[in-house]
C-alpha cells in the first residue's frame, strides 16, 4: 500500500502508468459497451430513514447502471437476500467468463470486530473475506468497488491491488455513523460542478472528490464533528483522503494516470467526426492531449515560469486544433 | 550531637538574635503580645521583643520575618525564612502549626511547590488549626488559583476552634481570605464574609483593606475613607490601608494628598513595589493603560522582584501594542514566576501571533489568523476602515495612534488576550491601542453578526480617543450600541421581551448606577439589560441634545473626574434630571407593550413553539379552541396572535393563520427570531406560492434581524427567480457578515458581479471563492480571466486561464478566451 509517494516513486509510476495511458484512453472510449455488470447490495436498516435511503441510493445506482451506462446489474436487497444469495450471485459472476469490468456498490451499515468487516443483512454478515474471495476470483477484470458503509475504511487494506481502485465511505472502522457518502456520489454523477475537467463527463475520480468535499462541506455546515473521511485506493499504488493529503494538489498529472479517472458514470459523448480531415486531427488532438499530461507529470521538475510556459503552448495548440476540427466539421 | 549543631549553625546566621535560651519555646502570652503590637503598628516595640525571643521558636521566626517584610528588610526575610526551612529540615518542628511557619518560609523564599509540599505535611500532622488554612490559602490566592483558595479558606471556617495554643491567624482571618478568593473569582458573597470577618474581630484590618478597594472600584470615595480612617486608627502604618488610601487619593485627584502618603509608604519601606502596584491595577481598571504602564515600571523600580508587577507591565504594554517590549518583558515575568496564569496564557497567544497575518492600513494594523485570513481580508478591511473613517468624521475626530485589530478565530485566545484568562463572555474588546474580537469561526452559525461587533468596537476606539480613555463605561458601551443600530438596518441590539418585562418590574439601574451594571453588575442579565438600556439613554441624548452635546461630554469626561459635573457642564441638567427625562420617553414607548406582551396564564412562553407546535392532533383543537377564547378578550396580545397564527399554520389553515401573524407583526415587529411572525409569513406566503409576498416578508425580516443566513440565501434565490440580481446580492453581501467561509455564496455573488459587469467585486469573489478550496476550480479561474479580460489586465486574464485549462484542457470556453487573449 502506498500513502504518499516519493519523487522517485512517483517516476516510477509515471512512467509505468503513461505507458498504459493510450490503452485506458480507448478504454474509456469504449466501455459503455463493453463487458461490464454492476452489482448492488443494499444492507438492512435499522431505522426507518437509514432503510429507505440505503433502498433509494441503491435503486438510483441501479437506474444509472441498466438506464445510462446499458450494463448489466445485480441489485440484492440485503433485508430479504441472505448470505447463500449473495454468495451464489458472486459465484454467478465469477463463472460467468471474461469480465472487462465489475463496479460493486456495497451500502449500508456494516462493523469491524478486530477481526473481520462485516456488512449487515438478514441473517449472517457478509464478511471482507468473502468479498475478497469473491473479487479475487475474477482475474484481471477491473474492480471498481464503492463501499457505502459504516468501518469501510478497514476495507482498503484488506482488498488493495492492482487493477482495483477502492472506495470507503470512512477512513477506518473506527468511523461507525451511517455514511451519507453516497448521496453525493450519486449527486455527483449529474452535476456539472463535479466534472472537475470539464470533459462532460464525470469520472469515477471526479465523483470520489465532489463527494468528499460536499461531505467535509456538509458538516461544518452543520457545525457537527466530521464522522466520516472518504478513502480511494488506486491500482494498488495511489491513496487519496489520508489527512492532510496534497498528492494531487502537488502532482496534477497524477490524476490523469488513476484508474478511477478513466472509469466514467455515464456515458461517452457522441462527438462522431465524419470527415477524414476532422478524424486526423482528433488524433492530432490526443497527441497533444498526451503530451499535456506528461508536462503536468514534470511540473515539479521544471520552473514554475517554464512550465507556463510549455503548457501555454501547448494549450494554444490544443485550442487552435479544436477550432480547426470545428470548422471542419 | 549532629542535630544540635545544625541547629546551632542556622541559628548563627540570623541577624540579631540572642543565643540564651535557644532550647526554648516562647510562651503563648508573649507571642499573643507581639503579634498585638504588630497588629498595631508598634514596630519597634515588638522588635525588641522579638530579638529578646527564644532563638529557635518558629513563632518568634515567622514575626520576624514578618516584620521585616513589612518594612522591606529584603535579606532579613531571606534569612528568617531559612532559619525556618533549617528547623523543618531537622526535624525541630513537631505539631502542625509549627510546621506551617516553614511552609511560610519557603513561601516567602519563592519554593512554592516546597512550600505546598510543606503544608501538605501539616495538613497531616493533627490537629490542625485555622492558622495553618489561612496561610495555605493565602499561598494559593498569590498564586492564582483562587478557586483552590476558596476551597481552603471553606476549609478554615470548618475548624474547631478556638485552638488553645497560640495561632497565627484566627477565625476572623478565614472570613477575610474566603473574602479575598471570592473577590477575584468575580463572585458573589464576598461583603458577607467581610461582614463575618469584622463581627468576629471587630478590629481586623485585612477585612478593611478589602472593603476600602471594592468601595474605590464603585467611586464610592466616602465609604472607602470610613473603612480607611478605622483602620489606620488602629494602625497608623499599616501599608495596605496606606496604599488603599494612596491610591484613592490618586483617583481623585488629590495631589498633595498623594505624595504625603506616598512618602510616609516609602518611609516605613523604601522598597515597597506593592503600592505602585496597585496604582497600577487600578489604572488598568479605569482602563488608563499608559498610567498603568508609568506605575507598573515603578514598582519594579522599587522591588524588582515583584513579578506581578512585571507581568502586568508586559500584559499593558502589549495592550497598547508595544508587542516587542512586552513579550521580552513577560519571558523574564515567566522566569520568576512560572505559575502566574495571566503570564503563560498571554506567552502562549504571542506564540500564536506567528499564524496571524498581517494587514497595514492607514489607521490600522489588521492581524488575521492565517487560516482564514484569505476569506476574511477583504470584508474585514473595507468594513474596518469605512467604520473606522466614518465615525472619526461622525465625531470629529481623528485618531492620532495606530490600532492594532484582531480577530480570534478560536474565543479563548481572545478572552486571553483581552483578560488574560479563557472564559469572558464578550464578543469583541477594545483596550489601550488594540481592538479584538471573535472571528465568525469562534461562534455558532446563526448567532454572530461580526460586522456590527466590528462597528461596536470602533466606535470604542473613537470614543475612548475622544475623551482621553477617562469616558465612564456606559457611555462609551451607550454610544457602541447606538452607532451599531446606525450602522446598517436590523445591526445592533433590537428590543427584546426581556427589556420589557425589567422595566415594568423596575429592574433598570438609575442612570446614575448604571456603570455599575458593567463593572460590578449582579448577575448576567443585569450586565445585558445594562448594555441595551445604555444604548437608549445614548438614542435618547442624541434625539434631545443631538450628536454634539454628546461629543462635548465625552470631551468634557477627559477633563471632569465626575459624572455630574459634566452633566451640568454639558447638558446644563443634573444626571437625576436627565435620567427623568429619559424614563418618560422610556414610558412612552414601553407602556403600551406591557400589555400587549403580558403572559396570560393560560398561554405560558414557553408552549411558543420554534418551528410551529409539534402537535397537531385533538390536544392542538382544544388548545385552540381555548387560545380563540382568550383571544376574544385579548385581541391584542403579541404572544396569543402568534400562537394562534403558528397553530393554524401547522393544521394546514394558513389563510385563517395569516390574519393572526400579521397582528403579531404590527403588534411588536421587534421580535424577528426564527420563531416570529416573519419567519412564519414567509413560509406561509412560499407554501401559497405568494412570491411576491414572501420576497417582502423576508425582506422585513431581514431589516428587522440581519442574522439568519437560511433567510438571506432564501431571499436570494427568490430575487434570482424573479430577476433581481442586484438585490439578491446585496443579501449575499451581507451574508459575509454571519458566514463568510460558505463557498456557494462567494460564487454565487462572483456570477452576478461578472453577469452584471461588476468586474472587481467579481474578481474579489472568485478569489475568495479559490481559497475556500473549492471542487470546480477550472471555472472559477476561467471566470476570474474573464473579469481580467473585461478589465483590460491581460496579463491576469492569461494566468488565469492557463490555470483554468490547466486542470480542465478541454475546457473549450477556456480555450476560446486564450486564443483571445494571445491575439491581443
Known sequence: ????????????????????????????????????????VTGLGGLPQYEENFLNWGNDTQTIFEDRLGSKVYYLDGRVQKKADILNVFNEISSSGALDELWFFVIGHASYDNLQYKFNISGPDLTDTEIKDFLDSLGDTRVFLIAATSASGVLTSKLTQENRVIITATKNQNEKQPPLFMSFFLEAIDSATADIDKNGRVSLLEAYLFSHHKIATWFKDKGRIQTEHALLEDNGQVRLGDKDDTLLEKNPGIAATLLASMAYLSPPLGSIYTSQHAQELALERVRIEREIEDLKFRKTQLSESSYYHLLEELLIKLATLNQRMKEAE | MKPLLLIFLAF????????????????????TEIKQLMHHGHYERAQELLRNGPRNDPFILRLLL????????????????????DLYASEQLIDSDEIVQAAYGAWKLGQFQNSNQIFIAAGKTKPTTVSMFIDWGHLYLTKYNAAEAEAIFRDAIMVEYPSLAYTRWDMDAAYVGLAQALDAQFKTGADEALNKALELNPENLEARVLKAQRALKKTRWQEAKKWLEEGLEINPNYLPLLEVKGSSQFLQGKDSAFEKTRSKILKINPNNGDFFEMLGDFSVFQRHFDQAIDFFRQALKHNPRQASARASLGINLLRMGHEEEGAKILEVAYTQDPFNIWTVNT?????????????????????????????LKPYAEELAQRSLKTLQDKYNHQISDKYIFEMYPDHADFAVRTLGLPGLGALGATFGRIVAMDSPSARPKGEFHWGSTL????????????????????LTEGISMMEERQAGAGWGEPL?????????????????DLNLGFEQPKNRQQLTLSYFQAG???????????????????????????AEKVFQKVLQSSIEEVDEQFHKELSATLTPLIKRLSQLPSMPLRNIPMEGPQNTGEDSMYNLESLEKSWQINPDNYFLNLQLGSMLKALGRPQEALLYLETALDLFPAHADRSSPYALLSAIYEELSQKDNAIEMRRRWWQARPLYVENAYKLSSLLIETNQHQEAAQYLEEVMYLDPFHSETHERLGEIYLESGQFKKAIREFEVFLSLSPIDIATAHYKMAQAFSQLGNVESSRKHVLLSLEIAPGHEEAQELLLKLVRK
Open chain 1, 1 to 40: 500500500m502506498i500513502h504518499n509517494l516519493t519523487c522517485a516513486d512517483t517516476r516510477t509510476l509515471i512512467l509505468s502508468l503513461l505507458s498504459t495511458l493510450a490503452l485506458f484512453s480507448s478504454l474509456a472510449a469504449t466501455q459503455a459497451t463493453d463487458n461490464r455488470v454492476c452489482l448492488v
Open chain 2, 496 to 512: 427584546t421581551v426581556g427589556f420589557v418585562k425589567a422595566y415594568e418590574q423596575n429592574a433598570l439601574l438609575p442612570l446614575a
Open chain 2, 12 to 31: 548563627s546566621l540570623t541577624p540579631g538574635y540572642s543565643q540564651e535560651n535557644e532550647t526554648d519555646r516562647a510562651p503563648k502570652a508573649l507571642l
Open chain 2, 66 to 85: 514578618e516584620l521585616a517584610q513589612r518594612q522591606g528588610r529584603d535579606d532579613e526575610v531571606n534569612d528568617y525564612a531559612h532559619s525556618l526551612l
Open chain 2, 455 to 474: 462597528w461596536h468596537e470602533m466606535a470604542h476606539v473613537v470614543t475612548l480617543s475622544l475623551s482621553n480613555d477617562r469616558v465612564p463605561r456606559w
Open chain 2, 347 to 375: 506567552l502562549r497567544l504571542l506564540d500564536s501571533f506567528d499564524h496571524f497575518v498581517r494587514v497595514e492600513t492607514p489607521n490600522l494594523q489588521i492581524k488575521l489568523h492565517e487560516s482564514e485570513a484569505d476569506v
Open chain 2, 536 to 562: 437608549w439613554v445614548c438614542e435618547f441624548l442624541f434625539r434631545r441634545y443631538g450628536l454634539e452635546k454628546i461629543r462635548s461630554m465625552l470631551v468634557a469626561f477627559g477633563q471632569e473626574t465626575t
